[in-house]
């Protein structure tokens, strides 16, 4: 028997699924159908007990936790799990897949992360719509009551962050051209959509001093990640940094919110965020204005830019076509710019892949 206990004593209960501890933190819902995997590993759900809204997960397994020839996760997201818990309707202890290598169950387990499955998460999911996203705890005992720590008092980034810097250089197709990316928690597909069009990626911490590194780089990657914007003031004054120098800048997710931030803009919190992987987005034209044209997206984010904030000679690129939300900001010149969701996928579609290619343009 498990529990998951909202901040006003809401009770959903369950079976237990993974590790049998008890966790607390924000309860936020995932409306993917596949990308579990991704998901979990995903450090911008550091500090989040996470609920699918797929009725079946882990029906397909979990892949190996291998890494690739420049030493990170070949086939997750990040190192290891960043979620505290994990709520699902119907959790599969079977699976088939040619590349699986543990069931879910037994990976949340192996990784100490508490779940619960048989959840009417339909019914949680709706109180989060309606209410907005809200502190929670999973108990293995039932209702017993507990203070509820918010992990959004804390700076989540500094503890995702890589702690000191690491280069990569592509193994194949060098162009001679490298980026320092702000590990604010980069997702893994973001170091691959670089090496892969042949950059060389210099992973630095989220408080890193470009002034005085002794890295040569050609622009400015600002990563997604976790909690509130306005706790990374190091980052923010980095990127202020990176456009006196007149550096290319991009920008994902978080890095869309620190952007706004280091130019004068503003950031607010969503009542229950986006996050799942088919949200259209509507791209506007180099005076803001929306065009015809739209992509399908990934997006894992619980904050926003402000549309009316922005300063002269920035307009809006991307906004949500459900909510009208910002989902992208870019200067006239072309050479900075930034989007809300996730051009990487991993999971979901692959629309916006193309972003990549027009960074590596703008690094001459």
């Known amino acids: 028997m498990g529990s998951l206990i909202l901040a006003d004593g809401t009770v959903f209960s369950g079976e237990s699924f993974g590790a049998p501890v008890d966790a607390d933190g924000e309860v936020v819902f995932n409306t993917?159908?596949?990308?579990?995997?991704?998901?979990?590993?995903?450090?911008?759900?550091e500090g989040q007990i996470l609920v699918f809204t797929y009725p079946l997960i882990g029906n397909y397994g979990v892949p190996t936790e291998e890494k690739n020839e420049y030493g990170f996760a070949q086939n997750m997201e990040s190192e290891h799990i960043h979620v505290r818990g994990v709520i699902i309707s119907q959790g599969s202890e079977h699976f088939s897949h040619h590349s699986a290598a543990s069931s879910l169950k037994r990976w949340l387990e192996h990784h100490k992360i508490p779940a619960i499955t048989g959840v009417d998460t339909r019914a949680l999911t709706k109180k989060l719509r309606e209410h907005g996203v809200m502190l929670g705890r999973i108990s293995q005992k039932g209702t017993e009551s507990k203070t509820i720590e918010d992990p959004n008092t804390k700076n989540l980034v500094a503890e995702v962050s890589c702690k000191e810097p690491m280069t990569y250089e592509p193994k194949e197709n060098a162009i001679g051209k490298s980026v320092i990316v702000f590990d604010c928690g980069?997702?893994?597909?973001?170091l691959r959509s670089f090496l892969k069009r042949g950059v060389t990626v210099h992973r630095v911490p989220w408080d890193y001093d470009l002034a005085s590194s002794p890295l040569?780089?050609?622009g400015v990657f600002i990563s997604n990640g976790?909690?509130?914007?306005?706790?990374?003031?190091?980052t923010i004054r980095q990127i202020q940094w990176s456009l006196k120098q007149n550096l290319p800048t991009f920008g994902i997710c978080l890095g869309n919110q620190l952007l706004a931030l280091a130019i004068g803009g503003?950031?607010?919190k969503l009542k229950y965020g986006h996050r799942g992987v088919n949200q259209p987005c509507i791209e506007h034209d180099a005076q803001g204005k929306p065009t015809k044209?739209?992509?399908?997206t990934s997006q894992n984010h619980g904050f926003a830019v402000k549309p009316d904030q922005l300063p002269k000679g920035w307009h809006i690129w991307f906004t949500n076509a459900n909510d009208g939300t910002v989902e992208g900001i870019r200067h006239e010149s072309g050479r900075f710019f930034s989007v809300q969701f996730h051009p990487e996928a991993t999971p979901g579609p692959e629309d916006a892949n193309y972003l990549f290619d027009e960074f590596v343009k703008v690094l001459g």
């Open 293 to 296: 044209k739209c992509i399908i």
């Open 226 to 234: 976790p909690g509130d914007p306005k706790s990374c003031v190091a």
């Open 32 to 45: 993917g159908m596949a990308g579990y995997v991704e998901s979990l590993t995903d450090p911008s759900y």
């Open 266 to 268: 503003d950031t607010f």
């Open 186 to 190: 980069i997702k893994n597909n973001i």
């Open 216 to 218: 040569k780089f050609d």
